[in-house]
Nanobody, 128 residues
């Protein structure tokens, strides 16, 4: 059935790096904007980085992620990656990937209501 599976989370020291993966099952990710969301304990889920599925692929990042995060696709593996560098103490949480399902589904937007297909999440912990 249609699903997304995240992996790559774990424990990292402040300033360290992680690469998260989002693999699609039973549907092709290349046709949809894919966004990574983060949910910190006690807080709402927030969009971090998105990659569009338009002819000219676009990366969109929040201010906190710009310059440190890179989002990319490998269509041969039906996978989207989020490479995170210089992780900060406020970065911990559960990271979810989601495929945009409504409206202009090839373009990036950080409203979670626009996404109907979500992964189960992967935990990221930043601690020394």
């Amino acid at each position: 059935h249609v699903q997304l599976v995240e992996s790559g989370g774990g424990l990292v020291q402040p300033g360290g790096s992680l690469r998260l993966s989002c693999a699609g099952s039973d549907f092709s990710l290349e046709h949809f904007a894919i966004t990574w969301f983060r949910q910190a304990p006690g807080k709402e889920r927030e969009g971090i980085s998105c990659i569009s599925a338009n002819k000219e692929v676009e990366e969109v990042h929040t201010d906190s992620a710009k310059g440190r995060f890179t989002i990319s696709r490998d269509n041969s593996k039906n996978t989207v990656y989020l490479e995170m560098r210089e992780l900060k103490p406020e970065a911990p949480g559960v990271y979810y990937c989601a495929a945009r399902s409504f409206g202009m589904f090839r373009s990036c937007v950080f409203r979670s209501a626009e996404y109907a297909t979500w992964g189960q999440g992967t935990q990221v912990t930043v601690s020394s």
